[in-house]
């Protein structure tokens, strides 16, 4: 019997975002964050859950049957027993993606999990958090997250693309709207006008089930 892991949930859905939306995918979500963006959607998550040892975490999970599991948060890098826990959901053939703040240490996760990492833009309020150390580690199985509230967030994902040539890291380069802030088609006008090379989403899962659904 391992330490165990504090689950705020473990659910099936489909994926929301990524490049593998609309995907049948089982979500392990984690109880903790360190960070707090101004347009959190999970602060459920912030606290509370269930202690749950890692070889139930792993048997709830691949009951589920998805060939998707995507281990998210709050932040799930925070609890050790996750990296451990995402190399068994490899050895048991499941695609597995974690979602991070990105202000943790990527370095360690098992290189078969693809690394969906968010670079926190100013409007989030946390954006000292970023870790810029991380973006030597993508490789082109890994996507980097950005999420903006307004113009000045997007200036400023603008100026880190080329200042940094992020898309030489090879990583698929997401760029999404604030639900409920920042107009979609305001976005996908800007990338256009640039030509940046990124990838425009939004979260699915608030069309389908609505902003304020939680565990879909
Ligand atoms: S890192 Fe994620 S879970 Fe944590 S406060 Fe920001 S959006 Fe919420």
């Not at 912030?46 to 070889?55: H, L, V």
């Amino acid at each position: 019997m391992t330490a165990g892991l504090l689950i705020h949930e473990i659910y099936a859905s489909v994926q929301g975002e990524s490049s593998f939306v609309g995907l049948p995918c089982t979500f392990i979500r984690t109880t903790g964050c360190n960070l707090r963006c101004r347009w959190c959607d999970t602060p459920d998550a912030f606290g509370g859950g269930e202690r749950m040892a890692r070889e139930l975490v792993l048997e709830r999970a691949l009951a589920f049957g998805t060939p998707l599991v995507e281990v998210t948060g709050g932040e799930p890098l925070l609890q050790p027993e996750v990296l451990p826990l995402m190399k068994e959901l490899c050895d048991a053939g499941r695609t597995v993606l974690v979602e991070t703040s990105g202000e943790r240490d990527i370095s360690g996760i098992d290189p078969r999990v693809h690394r969906i990492v968010d670079l926190k833009a100013p409007g989030s309020n946390e954006c000292h958090r970023n870790r810029y150390e991380n973006l030597a580690h993508l490789t082109s199985r890994d996507e980097l997250k950005f999420v903006l509230a307004d113009r000045v967030d997007y200036e400023w994902m603008r100026e880190l693309i080329m200042d940094r040539h992020l898309e030489q890291t090879g990583a698929t380069l997401l760029a999404s709207p604030v639900h409920g802030e920042l107009d979609p088609k305001e976005l996908v006008a800007w990338i256009l006008e640039d030509g940046l090379p990124v990838r425009f989403q939004v979260q699915i899962h608030k069309y389908i089930w609505g902003a304020e659904a939680t565990g879909v």
